[in-house]
């Protein structure tokens, strides 16, 4: 069992700033890829950023240039610092693990509760 939280949630002004974390904890073995997805109301769920083992970063077209994500690999933690925030960033952001499983094949993927950030105009 794995288990993901998330902290660093909720309101900002727009053009703020807000620093996202996401600690696991448990059965880890090894984290391949890390990252965020979000979810706005009535909306689909779409890709933010991920970051690969090798410290590869890939952004979603409407956050690129203002978000980055980062990891510590000695905490199995990953953030997200958002930067300039517009109001179309509300919405709950999910973080994710994909972990290497001995005797499974290919990578396992789990997911953290989900942590609300809104942003005002």
């Known amino acids: 069992q794995v288990q993901l939280v998330e902290s660093g949630g909720g309101l900002v002004q727009a053009g703020g700033s807000m620093r996202l974390s996401c600690a696991a904890s448990?059965?880890?073995?090894?984290?391949?890829?890390m990252g965020w997805y979000r979810q706005a109301p009535g909306k689909q769920r779409e890709l933010v950023a991920t970051?690969?083992?090798?410290?590869?970063?890939n952004y979603g077209d409407s956050v690129k240039g203002r978000f980055t994500i980062s990891r510590d690999n000695a905490k199995n933690t990953e953030y997200l610092q958002m930067n300039s925030l517009k109001p179309e960033d509300t919405a709950i952001y999910y973080c994710?693990?994909?972990?290497?499983?001995?005797?499974?094949?290919?990578?396992?993927?789990?997911w953290g509760p989900g942590t609300q950030v809104t942003v005002s105009s």
């Open positions: 448990g059965s880890i073995f090894r984290i391949n890829a």
């Open positions: 994710y693990i994909d972990r290497i499983i001995p005797v499974v094949s290919g990578p396992v993927r789990s």
């Open positions: 970051i690969n083992s090798g410290g590869n970063t």
